[in-house]
């Protein structure tokens, strides 16, 4: 039986009128090995970071909670640690490829299961060996490619890209990146993955970025950053958005991607002055974390340890506003939902009627569900009966609009 809906109302607003630049906050800094390309992934509410160049094999879990970093076991693939990929899905962590700083790649693939803080190797990646790969996640699957190795015919910059289930411990080959790259970045959002920047031997630098559908298996090209080209750069996703930093330039610049409306926003600078490249990027939860790294353009090249904590203002705080600050508003109520199998989604004008997509998504950027609705037939029912406790992004596309709001099922 369907228990009847409260009337507390959330509000949240169109994406596309909100200025929000977000804001950064200094944490501890990283207290391990003094290097750079280390590899960074979330776990359970914590942050892992570890390895790099120099064949540092160390491992560090950041607790969000009391700001503070606790040393964990090594990691057992000793030797190959320079520039692999790293990335979670459900409650393991994963680190893929790498090098030895001297010519000799693998392909390994470990898993990591911070319940009892050891290692296990996993089926090798299939492709070559390779450092500065890129990697992202889509419904707990992690696709990894692109990269470089040398051997003695030369240097060869890769576009091959490879899907791996962990439910299977099997790879699969997907479609090509569009063209080789080496030392780009990677994030997903909205279920596609995003790749961009970097270089290869045709072009110095890029700015472009590509968009992978794994449902269509294919790659289309996106708007490019609105900044000068790069490589070296960091990326995460917070929810449903991308985020985009640091680098071989202009480093302090920070960008966010919203994959609804396809366009790039400047946010708040990275507080750093110095121009890092070679850096470590994650979430947990609705916060950001990025830095480390070092500055190539200095000799010898400075390490850093700093380490910020982001926090978007545009997905927006929990609450019970019930005023109409925008005609393109949206209530979802009751919010948060507690004993409720069903939340309603009014609009507050028929300014925008027409049909509309509504996304639930978890804090890892994963669509949980989607519900296809005419909003002018009236309010839209999203059972919610079927979620576990914890918080949710909802976010509403329609036309040229998109807007996000939080939902918390207690």
């Known amino acids: 039986m ?19 630049q977000g804001s950064w906050v200094k944490k501890a800094d990283y207290p391990g ?12 509410g914590k942050g892992y970071v570890g390895l790099g160049a120099s064949s540092c094999i160390d491992m560090w879990e950041y607790d969000p909670q009391t700001n503070m970093w606790t040393q964990k076991g090594d990691f057992p693939g000793a030797g190959t640690s320079n520039r692999p990929v790293s990335f979670a899905i459900g409650d393991k962590g994963y680190v893929c490829l790498g090098d030895n700083g001297a010519g ?42 692109t990269g470089e190795y040398f051997d003695d015919q030369g240097h060869h910059v890769l576009k091959d890209f490879w899907a791996y289930d962990p439910s299977n411990d099997q790879w699969m080959q997907v479609a090509d990146m569009p063209l080789p790259l080496v030392a780009a970045v990677a994030f997903s ?22 968009a992978y559908d794994p449902v269509a298996d294919s790659w289309t090209q996106i708007q490019s950053l609105p900044r000068s080209p790069t490589a070296l750069a960091t990326a995460f996703s917070i929810g449903n958005q991308g985020y985009f930093g640091m680098g071989l330039d202009d480093a302090q610049q920070f960008f966010e991607y919203n994959p609804y409306s396809g366009e790039w926003v400047q946010k708040a600078d990275y507080p750093d002055t110095k121009a890092w490249d070679e850096g470590i990027g994650f979430s947990i939860g609705d916060k950001g974390y990025m830095g480390l790294g070092d500055n190539i353009t200095g000799f010898p090249a400075p390490i850093n340890r700093s380490f910020y904590e982001y926090t978007p203002d545009s997905i927006l705080t929990s609450g019970v506003n ?4 925008w005609d393109r508003a949206v209530m979802i109520y009751p919010n948060p939902t507690q004993d409720h199998d069903l939340v309603a989604l009014k609009w507050r004008s028929a300014q925008d009627a027409g049909a509309v997509r509504i996304d639930v998504l978890d804090m890892q950027g994963k669509v949980i569900k989607t519900l296809r609705h005419t909003h002018s037939s009236g309010p839209a029912t999203l059972s919610v009966g079927d979620l576990h406790p914890g918080m949710y992004v909802v976010r509403i596309h329609s036309g040229s609009h998109s807007g996000h709001g939080k939902l918390i099922k207690m």
Do not use: M
């Open 2 to 20: 369907i228990r009847p809906l409260l009337s507390i109302a959330f509000l949240f607003v169109f994406t596309s009128l909100l200025p929000a």
């Open 322 to 325: 019930d005023v109409a600050l």
């Open 189 to 210: 959002a909205a279920g596609k993955g995003y790749v961009g920047s970097g270089a290869n031997d045709d072009t110095p630098l890029f700015n472009d970025f590509y």
């Open 104 to 145: 000799n790649y693998t392909n390994e693939l470990w898993e990591y299961d911070h319940q009892n803080d050891s290692w296990q190797q996993r089926t090798p990646f299939p492709g070559h060996g390779r450092g500065v790969a890129v990697c992202f996640v889509i419904d707990d699957k992690g696709y990894v490619g």
């Open 33 to 44: 090995c003094f290097t750079h390309s280390q590899i960074a992934f979330s776990v359970a």
